[in-house]
Nanobody, 119 residues
């Protein structure tokens, strides 16, 4: 059974920092691209950052230079360091694991963790 468990969300003031973690189990972690997505109220889910198996990283323009994604294959964990947080970063943040194998896409989601940026 695949599980992605996010942690580290919470309430933070504008300009503050948070570090999200996502612990994966039930998959061969190193075979998967790992990503963070977010969904604000009334909006579609959007990509925040993704790190490939080879640690190639892509960021959404809105978070470049503020957020940093990393992975620890030994601990089956992906992290999202969020600095200089803004009110518009408020959303539920979801962890995603994805791979393509034999022409099939395998994708899993965590339950999400709430991040609220407010004074």
């Amino acid at each position: 059974q695949v599980q992605l468990v996010e942690s580290g969300g919470g309430l933070v003031q504008p300009g503050g920092s948070l570090r999200l973690s996502c612990a994966a189990s039930g998959i061969t972690f190193s075979n998967y691209a790992m990503g963070w997505y977010r969904q604000a109220p009334g909006k579609q889910r959007e990509l925040v950052a993704v790190i490939s198996r080879e640690s190639i990283i892509t960021y959404a323009d809105s978070v470049k230079d503020r957020f940093s994604i990393s992975r620890d294959n030994a601990k089956n964990t992906v992290f999202l360091q969020m600095n200089s947080l803004k009110s518009e970063d408020t959303a539920v943040y979801f962890c995603n694991a994805a791979r393509v194998w034999a022409g099939l896409r395998f994708e899993y989601w965590g339950q999400g963790t709430q991040v609220t940026v407010s004074s």
